[in-house]
């Protein structure tokens, strides 16, 4: 079940949400400044990672715990080393994202072979995942592409992202509202209702 891989829904419909609002906001806004848009950034995968942790210990996910775990650690880290020195260059900037986006890229490639059996749309899961990947290497074998190109990569990827996480979001509460409630214990000395 997807569900003991990333948790509860309601947590991956809010990193999505999160992940559009921040995609549109630099999509909107392609004239932030460099420094606006690493504050906005920072927040960001700050968020995404404390709702990965969350989600990490709040539900039923004990397949994915480690991966969650790692993912809202390494977001955790990231979003607070951009809002404490949001004067970084961009350059510096670049490979921050560039990094953060190819663990998370792989992360989600690795799930969603494992979860391939388990649910119908492990597609998603791995578009986003080769996303994330193909944001990477384009902020790695392009570091000079100018920052209103950058802007829109990012920007493009968050909307994208986070469209990808309400798929899989609603994936995962389909499974959630579609799976039989939990057995009632019986009292000792009254009979199973399949005897």
Known sequence: MIRTYVGDWRLVAVRGLIALVFGVVALVWPELTLWALVVLWGAYVLADGVIALVAAFAGAAPQGRGWLVFHGLVGIAVGIVTLVWPAITGLALLWMVAAWALLIGVMALVNAVRMRREIEHEWALGAAGLLAIALAAV????????????????????????VLLLVLAWEVRREAHAAPPP?????????????
Request: aromatic letters at 10%; proline letters at 11%; a positive charge.
């Open 183 to 195: 057995q009632a214990s019986a009292r000792p000395g009254t009979p199973h209702p399949a005897t």
């Open 139 to 162: 902020l790695i074998f392009r570091p000079g592409a100018g920052a209103l190109a950058v802007t829109w990569a990012i920007g493009w990827f968050a909307v994208v992202m986070g």
